[in-house]
Nanobody, 122 residues
């Protein structure tokens, strides 16, 4: 089970940190990802991190502004979002997949959290 939190309302240029807490004892074996879905749009990939935390990938739209990280001792993955833009407004979902390879395709992910709303005002 995945529980995302940390969303909210922020002004453009501001920052937020999302957290996703996972239950279970095998968190460290899962690749974790963050996806987002803006109103009227399809869900899109944001960032992913390997099970070890040593490898990360980002969508071009967030590269250089967002940072994904994980703390396997706390069964938690984070998404630090800086220099936020109104276009970043979306519901953000965390997802998990077994195996070591981080993919950008959402169909590769087995488990999903409930989502947390991020709203960036101009």
């Amino acid at each position: 089970q995945l529980q995302a939190s940390g969303g909210g309302l922020v002004q453009a240029g501001g920052s937020l940190r999302l957290s996703c807490a996972a239950s279970g004892r095998t968190f460290s074996s899962y690749v974790m990802g963050w996806f987002r879905q803006a109103p009227g749009k399809e869900r899109e990939f944001g960032a992913a991190i390997s099970s070890s935390g040593l490898s990360t990938i980002y969508a071009d739209s967030v590269k250089g502004r967002f940072t994904i990280s994980r703390d396997n001792a706390k069964n938690t993955v984070y998404l630090q979002m800086n220099s936020l833009k109104p276009d970043d407004t979306a519901v953000y979902y965390c997802a998990a997949r077994s195996g070591g390879v981080a993919y950008t395709d959402e169909v590769r992910y087995d488990y999903w959290g409930q989502g947390t709303q991020v709203t960036v005002s101009s």
